[in-house]
């Protein structure tokens, strides 16, 4: 069974080589690599070349991500055999030695499941902010487990795909039975790994995130660029919504967006009654009821995140720092929601 990796890139001199290291160091080596480089103006190709891999130069490309694959895909699947497979992997991204070959197990093993995605962590650094990223990554993690490795999104930090499904995905687009254009990827939504997780699921096959297929990616360094990512992902997921509709696939999703609105109105509830009765009353002491609930939550926050070291640990004990990360993501929602009610346009901005 021939297995090829593309790693669509946009200007990423820095990570390349990490990233093709990685797919070197595979217990099963991909068959061909293949770096898509897509409107660069550093050293990104030059340096893809040097290290022994295939290059796609886009041309004329205005559609970021998707349109880079969608215009490298065609000639790539035209080539591989109808049981071939497909890794697509971000340039940030370094997946695990073992991340292939788990991936390959999971689709030899049913032949139901259409796609393998990876479960992702964060890279070292970016400060707190950082920190706090690998956490919310942790507990990510923790979820997909306990659903029984069920994937929520093909993310585009490393999924392997059957070929077979993504012809049957772009079929579906020219018929008009999925929108996004009549290419592999869409080219009209802003998380095209969203997007196709939906259309691989509307088409009746099983998407997987075994926990042996973990990465690790990178972690935004400042508010206004996590921001950006985080609004790019929250209106992509709302929009996708959108466009397929309330259907048996996308009925789990509108309900994670229906416990977000909740999550938002339940948080905003408790600060404002907190801040009434102290303002009113004052402080009454503690009570021992809510006392042993704080307890109870705050050893529920440090254990999702021991994984992530010590520091994590510490930093979830006080619960205030995740707070206020976790009002951040709240707010991210909400502006989503309302740009998309009132029609405002979002771009697509790299990070």
Same mark, same amino acid.
């Given at each position: 069974? /021939?297995?090829?990796?593309?790693?669509?890139?946009?200007?990423?001199? =820095?990570?390349?080589?990490?990233?093709?290291?990685?797919? +070197?160091?595979?217990?099963?080596?991909?068959?061909?690599?293949?770096?898509?480089?897509?409107?660069?103006?550093?050293?990104?190709?030059?340096?893809?070349?040097?290290?022994?891999?295939?290059?796609?130069?886009?041309?004329?490309?205005?559609?970021?991500?998707?349109?880079?694959?969608? @215009?490298?895909?065609? =000639?790539?699947?035209? /080539?591989?055999? *109808?049981?071939?497979?497909?890794?697509? #992997?971000?340039?940030?991204?370094?997946?695990?030695?073992?991340?292939?070959?788990?991936?390959?197990?999971?689709?030899?093993?049913?032949?139901?499941?259409?796609?393998?995605?990876?479960?992702?962590?964060?890279?070292?650094?970016?400060?707190? !902010?950082?920190?706090? =990223?690998?956490?919310? +990554?942790?507990?990510?993690?923790?979820?997909?487990?306990?659903?029984?490795?069920?994937? $929520?999104?093909?993310?585009?930090?490393?999924? $392997?795909?059957?070929?077979?499904?993504?012809?049957?995905?772009?079929?579906?687009?020219?018929?008009?039975?999925?929108?996004?254009?009549?290419?592999?990827?869409?080219?009209?939504? !802003? %998380?095209?790994?969203?997007?196709?997780?939906?259309?691989?699921?509307?088409?009746?096959?099983?998407?997987?995130?075994?926990?042996?297929?973990? &990465?690790?990616?990178?972690?935004?360094?400042?508010?206004?660029?996590?921001?950006? @990512?985080?609004?790019?992902? =929250?209106?992509?997921?709302?929009?996708?919504?959108?466009? +397929?509709? !309330?259907?048996?696939?996308?009925?789990?999703?509108?309900?994670? @967006?229906?416990?977000?609105?909740? *999550?938002?109105?339940?948080?905003?509830?408790?600060?404002?009654?907190?801040?009434?009765?102290? $303002?009113?009353?004052?402080?009454?002491?503690?009570?021992?009821?809510? %006392?042993?609930?704080?307890?109870?939550?705050?050893?529920?926050?440090?254990?999702?995140?021991?994984?992530?070291?010590?520091?994590?640990?510490?930093?979830?004990?006080?619960?205030?720092?995740?707070? &206020? +990360?976790?009002?951040?993501?709240?707010? $991210?929602?909400?502006?989503?929601?309302?740009?998309?009610?009132?029609?405002? #346009?979002?771009?697509?901005?790299?990070?």
């Amino acid at each position: 069974m /021939e297995l090829v990796a593309v790693v669509p890139a946009h200007n990423e001199q =820095q990570g390349i080589v990490a990233t093709l290291a990685g797919l +070197y160091r595979q217990t099963l080596r991909p068959d061909r690599i293949v770096v898509v480089a897509d409107n660069c103006t550093d050293l990104t190709a030059e340096i893809a070349e040097r290290v022994g891999v295939e290059v796609f130069v886009t041309t004329g490309n205005s559609d970021k991500k998707a349109g880079a694959l969608n @215009q490298a895909l065609p =000639q790539l699947l035209d /080539e591989l055999p *109808g049981d071939a497979l497909l890794l697509v #992997q971000d340039a940030d991204t370094v997946l695990n030695p073992g991340f292939v070959r788990c991936a390959v197990n999971a689709l030899d093993e049913d032949g139901t499941v259409g796609a393998v995605g990876g479960i992702f962590f964060g890279e070292e650094g970016g400060g707190l !902010l950082g920190l706090l =990223q690998r956490m919310e +990554y942790e507990r990510y993690a923790l979820e997909i487990h306990r659903k029984g490795n069920k994937a $929520v999104v093909l993310t585009g930090t490393g999924t $392997v795909f059957r070929t077979g499904v993504l012809r049957e995905v772009r079929e579906a687009r020219r018929a008009g039975r999925i929108g996004g254009g009549d290419g592999y990827y869409s080219l009209a939504s !802003l %998380t095209e790994d969203d997007e196709i997780t939906k259309a691989v699921k509307t088409l009746g096959h099983r998407t997987v995130s075994p926990d042996g297929c973990w &990465l690790v990616t990178e972690v935004m360094p400042t508010l206004p660029k996590l921001w950006h @990512q985080r609004m790019r992902w =929250q209106r992509g997921a709302l929009e996708n919504l959108r466009d +397929y509709g !309330l259907t048996r696939v996308t009925l789990p999703y509108f309900g994670q @967006q229906l416990m977000l609105g909740i *999550g938002f109105l339940a948080l905003s509830l408790f600060i404002t009654v907190t801040t009434i009765v102290l $303002v009113t009353i004052g402080w009454t002491g503690f009570s021992l009821f809510w %006392t042993a609930i704080t307890l109870i939550f705050v050893t529920e926050r440090t254990l999702t995140v021991r994984r992530a070291g010590r520091k994590a640990v510490l930093l979830a004990a006080p619960l205030v720092p995740e707070l &206020l +990360y976790d009002i951040f993501r709240q707010l $991210v929602f909400v502006k989503s929601l309302v740009d998309l009610v009132l029609r405002r #346009q979002e771009r697509w901005v790299a990070t």
